[in-house]
């Protein structure tokens, strides 16, 4: 079971536990499901409004996450939070190239993740 934490400076943090392994569970779902006030629009990685930054807790390493979609890639790319050079790393590297995600899209997995929002 993985710990999220949600962390504002607008509102108290707030950890809860993530059911790992469904491989269907995004970040926004949860946030949802624990009354955690992260913007959102179109729910389906079109808008960019649910972007947050993501960390690993301990800050050694950069999270893993679920792979980046294409609806994800063309967001991130769209709002500057993405490189082209960052998008083919990805595909050798095979974790997320970067901190910003869409919390619609970013599945939860079994680690434990800091999640930052409004990410503006
Ligand atoms: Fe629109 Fe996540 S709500 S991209």
Known sequence: MALITFTSPMHKDKTVYAVAGSHTQTILDLAKEHHIPIDFGCQEGNCGTCLVKVSSVDGKRRPMGGPLNVREVAALT??????????????????PPTQWRLACQMIVRDEDILVEYPSK
């Open 78 to 95: 769209e709002l500057g939070h993405i490189t082209k050079a960052e998008i083919e790393q990805m595909y050798v590297d095979d974790i």
